[in-house]
């Protein structure tokens, strides 16, 4: 068979501290039931039907691939502000050591499918979004449970646009350096831009579980935070070319 990329669309949500060693294995298994009836519950609302979805997990939290028949624009709108009344109703009767706080991506590519899964770049990226240094301080920093990173791809092919419900005066521009990846990618922190809750702090660089790194803060304007290095025409599908 003749090895041909397919295009998903890739959500992945981590727990926030999910393996910190007060937590019993009861209550780590109380906490994915919750988050799994959460995105359930979010799935359904947005209509997204199983058949074109593939969801594993990877540990501390759960990788969604979307068919091409899915509309990305679904994954922040209304995908989005279910997971965060989901996540709202699941904490107030949750106990503290069972609260959940995610990180989130949203991300989109063309990915290989082999005899053991599905690999790709795309995937990487999405990944080293999801646990960069700057993602984890943002959340750490919140008064909300949860914090969404989008790729540039994203950005650029969806949120500017303005589809549906979806506002890009709540993204924020930062820079993500881990590993093999040197990228822009863009931060919402749900209820810090808009609803007079606590401000988000401005952009920063950092490299992926960095806790050396001295945060650097800058106005949330492009491009005068971009590594000039880096040139401004090697965006291609959310990653440096």
């Known amino acids: 068979m003749r090895a041909e990329p397919e295009h998903r669309g890739i959500l992945a949500l981590d727990i926030q501290g999910f393996g910190r060693l007060e937590r019993t294995n009861l209550v780590r298994a109380r906490m994915r039931t919750g988050l799994h009836r959460i995105l359930g519950n979010a799935m359904t609302a947005a209509e997204i039907v199983p058949e074109h979805v593939e969801q594993t997990e990877y540990g501390d939290g759960v990788l969604v691939l979307l068919g091409p028949q899915v509309s990305k624009a679904r994954l922040l709108h209304p995908v989005l502000p279910r997971l965060l009344s989901g996540l709202a109703r699941y904490n107030r009767t949750a106990p503290d050591a069972a609260r959940l706080r995610l990180r989130v991506v949203v991300h989109a590519g063309e990915l290989l499918r082999d005899a053991h899964g599905i690999t790709g770049e795309d995937l990487i990226l999405a990944f080293r979004l999801l646990d960069a240094e ?44 881990a590993k093999e990846v040197s990228t822009r990618a863009w931060l919402h922190v749900p209820g810090t831009d808009r609803q007079g809750m606590r401000p988000a702090p401005a952009p920063v660089a950092a490299t992926s579980r960095s806790r050396t790194s001295p945060l650097h803060t800058a106005t949330p304007t492009l491009p005068a935070w971009a590594p000039p290095a880096v040139p401004a025409h090697a965006y291609v599908q959310g990653r440096v070319q």
């Open 134 to 177: 700057v993602v984890r301080v943002r959340l750490a920093r919140a008064a909300a449970d949860l914090v969404l990173v989008v790729s540039d791809a994203i950005y650029q092919g969806i949120v500017k646009h303005g589809y549906g419900r979806i506002d890009p005066a709540v993204f924020h521009p930062v820079w993500v350096t």
